[in-house]
């Protein structure tokens, strides 16, 4: 997953909060009797933030997983230069004997 993936849906996750936050309240406002609307809507903003909750959540962790992926990454390679350069330096020897 790259970051636009990441930076697309959260801000997808927000927007669609922020909307129906709006038309809640506009539907209070102008159509305050229409509680089935209503109790719809702030079930809906209620679910909507414990998404967003989750999300983030989420992304904090998949954001520490790729820092160890990438110190782990960087550890291989360190380890595989120092295998070539004792492998090198096996042969060296063996080629003195």
């Given at each position: 997953m790259n970051e636009l993936t990441i930076i697309t849906g959260?801000?997808?996750l927000d927007t669609t909060y922020l909307k129906i936050k709006?038309?809640?309240?506009d539907i209070k406002e102008?159509?305050?009797t229409r509680t089935?609307?209503?109790?719809?809507m702030e079930r809906s903003?209620?679910?909507?933030?414990?998404?967003?909750?989750s999300y983030d959540a989420i992304e904090k962790?998949?954001?520490?997983?790729?820092?160890?992926?990438?110190r782990l990454e960087?550890?291989?390679?360190?380890?595989?230069f120092k295998n070539k350069d004792l492998q090198?330096?096996?042969?060296?020897?063996?080629?003195?004997?």
């Open positions: 959260k801000v997808n709006l038309s809640l309240e102008k159509h305050g089935d609307l209503i109790n719809s903003l209620a679910d909507l933030q414990q998404v967003k909750i962790e998949l954001r520490t997983a790729l820092q160890q992926n990438f960087k550890l291989l390679q360190e380890e595989k090198m330096e096996l042969k060296m020897k063996n080629a003195e004997l």
